[in-house]
Nanobody, 118 residues
Framework: QVQLVESGGGLVQPGGSLRLSCRAS????????MGWYRQTPGKERELVAD???????QYRDSVKGRFTISRENTENTVYLQMNSLNTDDTAVYYC????????????WGQGTQVTVSS
C-alpha cells in the first residue's frame, strides 16, 4: 500500500511564497511520476506541475516562472516551491503519484489548503 503525506500549506499574502512537501511511502518501484494538482470548489482538479523519475518536468502555463517542482528520489519526496502567489492560486493542493506499470497505479494525498489573501 502506498501513502502520500503532504505538508506546507497555509495562508499567505499576495506576492508571498510557500513550499509544499509530499513524501511517499510503501511499495514504490520502477518508473513513476510525482506531482501536484489543485482544486477549487465547483471546478475540476487540474495539474499544477509534475516531475518524472527520469527528470522530465511539466508545468501548467499559469505557474511557469513562479513555481518550481523538485524531487528527492532517495526519499520519495516531491516539493513545490511557490513564489509570487496570487489569489488565483488559492485552492486545495493534492500530491499525486503515478506508478508507470503495465496497468498504471494512481495515488493521491489528502490535500493541503493554500489560501492567498490580504
Amino acid at each position: 500500500q502506498v501513502q502520500l503525506v503532504e505538508s506546507g500549506g497555509g495562508l499567505v499574502q499576495p506576492g508571498g511564497s510557500l513550499r509544499l512537501s509530499c513524501r511517499a511511502s510503501g511499495n514504490i518501484f520502477g518508473n513513476n511520476v510525482m506531482g501536484w494538482y489543485r482544486q477549487t470548489p465547483g471546478k475540476e482538479r487540474e495539474l499544477v506541475a509534475d516531475v518524472a523519475s527520469s527528470g522530465a518536468i511539466q508545468y501548467r502555463d499559469s505557474v511557469k516562472g513562479r513555481f518550481t517542482i523538485s524531487r528527492e528520489n532517495t526519499e520519495n519526496t516531491v516539493y513545490l516551491q511557490m513564489n509570487s502567489l496570487n489569489t488565483d492560486d488559492t485552492a486545495v493542493y493534492y500530491c499525486n503519484l503515478i506508478l508507470l506499470t503495465i496497468s498504471p497505479r494512481i495515488y493521491w494525498g489528502q490535500g493541503t489548503q493554500v489560501t492567498v489573501s490580504s
